[in-house]
């Protein structure tokens, strides 16, 4: 019994040695995990150290004094993005070359000499930086980052608000909250950049928002310029010069700051080189350039001003018009769009799109841009549709509170903005001076029959109308916007009677259907009289010129170029 009892207590005793062993052991081996994976940490956090004393004095200060120092891990994070064979293939640029290149290198400074004598206030108040991205490539998402916290007065950054566009990854942003001063907000379904935005300026906490694409590179005193001139002009929105960053090599290139933004018919952006008189206007270089439009993607803005303009047309969808939009209500609302030589921001332009369009790329664009025409381009929406013909039938939503937000801002008209801001558009080269309703009092002039010789008549106005829809060309001849050739004429010369739609004639000498703009008069050529509809139970006619102001005898047409 006792040997038995023995025998059990060595068993036990044994075991319990045995246990403690391998716990030990264990433990043992833990400890050295653990210690490896601090050697680990340790050693990329000193080569982070070491590479950021070196290349960057500044940005380590930055990030020391921030206390929550280095803790990210910059290779493993770019390591773990997602990598194809064809390094185009995802981002439309040389991921390869965005990845080896260094997050903090040196750049260029490409402002002008004068811009460094600039002396800012000390006051300047701080911005909130709002980034929005969809799958981008994690190199080029993080040096955007990194070089707006190493290339901006500390002070000067309230925060930086990354908005995840519903990205493959939710690592690609979520890592990027370890560090310092960054937000990360991620869509719970792709929206497109437009309400990502407004989703990021809704939060944003500083009384300054400065947006930027997910992939540019902030240069040397970018950031000062942009504040001071919003500090000094609430009412401003402002742009830097965008540099470009090369899609192959990812080399920095410094771009020409005698560009402004522009734009043709069909609402394509293009840079427009300013004209020499505008050059030689400008006695500083160093002073802001007013441009008709922004590129759109890197500006900043007073927040207060941005929400009272109306944010963004967040029906707007993905990608594309809405610096447009935000143009055309910056300047005919009360406000100015100006790019500030003095800073400087970096950009990848790419040549496609990488991401998808879930509605089409091209219906998400027309989409987009009917919504600007129908709401802010007043008359001259007619040109857009002449040139994208197959825009006229796509759906674009509904429209009311826009339009709405544009009455009650009592916005100016799109007239104003081509005279104003924008002189420089050329109109269609159709040749035609004059398009659109003919307008007399209160009536438009209406050619409803189709049957030549037809009599037109005064009706009231209607925007749908095609009949209603004329052209003044530069011959002199006023005929039908909608391809039947028929033009304006006097029936019987000899007798000067009745006002007459006709086939539109090729013959030089026949000068029946020419008519002569004289202030708000139509003179017919041949007959030196005026258009006139003060008999209108007798039709149109043409009577003596009167000389006074005779409302009977005053037309105007939607849109004249003179
Ligand atoms: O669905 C999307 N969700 C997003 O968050 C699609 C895009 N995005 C992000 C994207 O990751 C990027 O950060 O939105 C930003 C802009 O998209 P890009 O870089 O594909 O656009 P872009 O540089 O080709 O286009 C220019 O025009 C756009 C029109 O909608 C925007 O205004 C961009 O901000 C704008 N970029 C610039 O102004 C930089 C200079 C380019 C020029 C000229
Ligand atoms: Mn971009």
Redesign the pocket.
């Known amino acids: 019994m006792r040997r038995k009892r023995i025998i059990f207590l060595l068993f036990i005793a044994t075991w319990g040695l045995l246990i403690m062993h391998y716990t030990t052991l264990l433990w043992k081996g833990e400890t050295k995990k653990e210690e490896k994976n601090q050697q680990k940490i340790l050693r990329k956090l000193s080569n982070l150290e070491q590479l950021y004393e070196k290349h960057s004095p500044e940005l380590f200060r930055h990030l020391t004094e921030h206390n929550d120092v280095i803790k990210f891990d910059i290779e493993s994070y770019i390591a773990e993005g997602v990598h194809f064979a064809d390094p185009y293939k995802k981002h439309a640029f040389n991921v390869v070359a965005s990845d080896a290149t260094s997050i903090h290198r040196n750049i260029p400074d490409t402002r002008n000499e004068g811009c460094q004598d600039l002396e800012y206030d000390g006051d300047l108040p701080s911005t909130s930086i709002i ?6 490539a994690r190199s080029a998402l993080l040096r955007t980052v990194i070089s707006v916290l190493s290339r901006s007065p500390k002070e000067l950054i309230k925060e930086i608000i990354l ?4 990205s493959d990854n939710p690592l690609d942003g979520a890592l990027l909250n370890q560090l310092p001063k960054v937000k990360v907000l991620r869509n719970s379904k ?5 309400r ?2 407004v989703r990021g300026a809704d939060v944003a906490s500083a009384n300054i928002l400065t ?6 590179e902030c240069n040397k005193g970018w950031l000062q310029p942009l504040l001071q001139q919003v500090k000094d002009d609430p009412y401003s929105i402002v ?1 830097p010069v ?1 540099d470009v960053i090369s899609t192959d090599s990812f080399s920095y290139v410094g771009a020409s700051s005698d560009l402004r ?1 522009g734009f043709d018919w069909s609402l394509h ?1 293009k ?1 427009e080189p300013l004209t020499f008189a505008q050059r030689t206007a400008r006695d500083d270089p160093t002073k802001p350039i007013r441009t008709p439009m ?6 900043a803005v007073h927040k207060v001003w941005f929400n009272k303009l109306g944010k963004y047309d967040t029906e707007m ?7 447009f939009e935000l143009s055309f209500r910056t300047w005919m609302c009360g406000g100015r769009l100006e790019i500030l030589p003095c800073s400087r921001v970096g ?4 040549k496609r ?3 998808t ?1 879930p509605e089409g790329n091209a219906n998400t664009y027309i989409k ?1 841009t009917r919504r600007i025409a129908e709401v802010w381009m007043d008359e001259y929406k007619r040109f857009f549709y002449e040139y994208r013909a197959s825009a006229k039938h796509k759906p674009y939503g509904n429209v009311h509170s826009r339009k709405d937000l544009r009455e009650r801002l009592k916005c100016k008209s799109f007239k104003w903005y081509l005279e104003t801001v924008y002189p420089e558009l050329k109109f269609p080269s159709d040749g035609a001076t004059g398009y659109g309703h003919l307008k007399n009092a209160d009536s438009c002039l209406d050619s409803y029959a189709k049957v030549p010789p037809t009599i037109p008549l005064l009706k009231p106005c209607n925007t749908l109308s095609t009949t209603q829809d004329w052209l003044m060309h530069k011959d002199g001849k006023i005929s039908m916007n909608n391809n039947d050739n028929m033009c304006l004429a006097v029936a019987h010369i000899e007798t000067a009677d009745n006002v007459v739609l006709q086939q539109c004639q090729t013959d030089t000498t026949n000068n029946n259907q020419i008519w002569l703009r004289k202030d708000k008069f139509l003179v017919h050529k041949p007959t030196e009289l005026c258009l006139d509809s003060s008999d209108m139970d007798k039709g149109l006619i043409v009577n003596i010129c009167s000389t006074i102001n005779n409302p009977s005898q005053s037309w105007t047409f939607d849109i004249e170029i003179t």
């Not at 980034?131 to 981008?136: Q, S």
């Not at 792709?190 to 437009?194: Q, T």
């Not at 922004?294 to 500006?299: D, N």
């Not at 950009?347 to 790419?350: C, I, K, P, S």
């Open positions: 980034i929005t991205f969809h799958n981008e908005v995840d566009d519903h792709r929206e497109g950049l437009i990502s935005r947006f930027l694409d997910s992939h540019c742009s965008i933004g952006f840079w922004i590129a759109g993607g890197l500006f969808d993905i990608w594309g018009g809405e610096n950009h990848v332009f790419r799109h990488p991401y369009f987009n």
